[in-house]
């Protein structure tokens, strides 16, 4: 489907003469994506290899990591930009009497298909250059870990688990940064609403005359060249988020008495995580002037060519795009967060009677916080002071057999954990949040269990509270521009009822049903820091919240399934899914008039999804082979998957989002040998 591709191998030895054991695991992923310019060109890896010490010790080397790169659609167009509107019927209406293949209808430039506005795989984050897609919006990550785990089965009673990892982590996601004319790669877009990129290379190239664009080309500087700065000219940056990842985790499981158990151990934890940007692709520019690093301010450009040097125009040039190899090749901000985490668990299972069991657990931690900042703050005065915060959190549960046909379950407890990282340091700087509070989560849980063998079936009541919660949310205004909203002490209240039955009515027939009914809301107004692309802070706002129901996922779900299997080997499946209650997120930039409180966020169209395959077993010998095929949204269901609240919204189509994916399939095959 879309190209996507996806081949996988793994073998393992086994266990082999003197304890040693050997898997080895790879994939490689390809494809063009459901929506334009989302490729993916993705690898995996995984090893482990495992040998024993006489019959007590074992230890097992473990390596993965799965390095990738994909083209992203990260703004959220006004939903009419995908499906437009019809002016004779409700937009709501129009899209659950519709399909997603009436809004599929691809261009075909010269052999490469693409997608207007009007289509649901539409993506305004992209361009076409000499042919070629430029996504000014991708992501690219590749994070391995490597672990040494040890065992030690001392004996039935004690057993004993250590594993040291080390991960690390380099990668990003890219947008772009400068203006042309005051507007971002988002102003300049042809007829069909993608971006003119061919014509942005040739703007700050020096081409006048451009249709749309400012008249006289990107000034030509008789030194430096072509020169992108904030206020004049494009590039592509990369937003960098590096991470150095070290910790122990080791635990102890203790048979105490046949009716009791302990579980014990400690966990360490030392993070540093690195952000900053870089240049990606200079489109055109010769250099880019990066002026926000107090350090470095010895060069100065003349850039757009009006024989003034302002203070964008101050600081030093970097022609170098791809991966950092010194501090001068850095853009736009260089700080690095420190987290150290110390904490120690321990769990008691007690089974007094043989229908009746029940367990109680804590853990206590310390969280420590610390930020260097390399471009706002002189080389002395670049480490912020330490903030440490300790958690800790209380679980108790029991659960008694009625017969064994009938169970009830209970568990509740109580959480509290330091704020996140940005919870504390909320405006990036080194000054710190020192009123922010603990986040903390008191959980109830209550359940009935049902096991008669052809019917199994799990009902269960649920209320989290959550307090004193922090949000870190991105969001984009009307014409793209990136912002970034910290909210610190929001409260809000999860509780519904869940239920799902498993079947066997006769043999080889399998069939599930669930159904969640849930209620979620915030539950105060907050306060929120808003910040730019360029991490100023621009406003501090109140936001009203109260009230608000949460949105992002559906709060009421149905789902049925079944599969059957021939005995000749064939099995066929199904999976029907009814979402309803989905309601848009709130906006904290769009939440900040009284007038707003107690205005509900917009709820979306309830949708339905049914998925349908088939697979194939064959075995000769020691070998076999499986074949696969499942088409996805059979009914090619048009549907709202996610949106942005907008407070004054009294339908449908005045919303930002995104609509979900429309029919696909995927057939695959499997050898063992």
Known sequence: ?????????????GR?????????????????????????????YFGSVAKDFGAKHQLVF?????????GQRTFRENLTKYVGLDSTKD????????????????IDANGFKYSA?????????????????????????????????HYWTQSDKFSLKTSAYYSVGRGGGTGDRGRIGGRGSWGYRDANGIIRASDIIAWNQGTDNIADF??????????????ATERTGLIKRASMNEHNWLGVLSSANIEISENVKLTAGIDLRNYVGKHYRRVDDLLGND?????????SQAVMVDADGDSAIINRETGYLINHTGPIKEQSHKVNYDNDGVVGWMGAFAQLEVTPFDNFNFFIAGSGSNTSYKRIDRFNYAPADQESDKYSFL?????????????????????????????????????????????????????????????????????????????????????????????????TGLNAVHQGIEIEVFANPVNRLKLSAMASLGDWQWENNVSAVISDDNNNVIDTVEVFAKGLKVGDAAQTTFGFGADYTFPFGLKIWLKDNYAMNLYARFDPASRTAPEDEGVQAFKLPAFNLLDMGLSYRYEFGRYAITVRGAVNNILDELYVADANDNPGATSLDQLRGFFGFGRTWSAGIKFNF
């Open 391 to 487: 958690g800790y959190n209380a679980k108790l549960g029991a659960n008694y057999n009625l017969n064994e046909n009938h169970n009830l379950f209970f568990n509740t407890g109580y959480y509290t954990r330091a704020p996140d990282f940005d919870g504390v340091f909320t405006s990036f700087s080194n000054v710190a949040n020192v009123d922010v509070l603990n986040e903390k989560v008191f959980a109830l849980e209550l359940g009935y269990g049902l096991r008669t063998g052809p019917v199994n079936a799990n009902l269960n009541f649920y209320r989290s509270k959550w307090l004193d919660k922090t949000l870190h949310r991105q969001f984009q205004n009307i014409n793209g521009d990136n912002f970034t909203a910290n909210l």
């Open 62 to 70: 473990t390596a993965i990591g799965a390095p990738q790169r994909h």
């Open 117 to 149: 506005e009007g289509n649901i795989r539409y993506n305004s984050d992209w361009g076409l250059n000499n042919g070629e897609i430029l996504n000014i919006r991708e992501n690219f990550y590749h994070k391995p870990q490597f672990s040494l785990n």
């Open 287 to 295: 250099n880019w002037l990066e002026s926000r690093d107090m350090n």
């Open 91 to 106: 937009y709501a209406e129009m899209i659950g009497s519709a399909t997603t293949s009436d809004f599929d209808n691809r």
């Open 16 to 44: 082999l003469k003197g304890g040693w054991a050997v898997t080895l695991s790879g994939s490689r992923t390809i494809g063009r994506g459901y929506v334009d310019a989302t490729w993916i060109d993705a690898w995996s």
């Open 1 to 13: 489907n879309d190209g996507y591709m996806k081949f996988n191998a793994t073998a393992s030895t």
């Open 214 to 227: 400012p008249s006289t080309g990107h000034h030509q500087d008789p030194t430096h060249g072509y020169v």
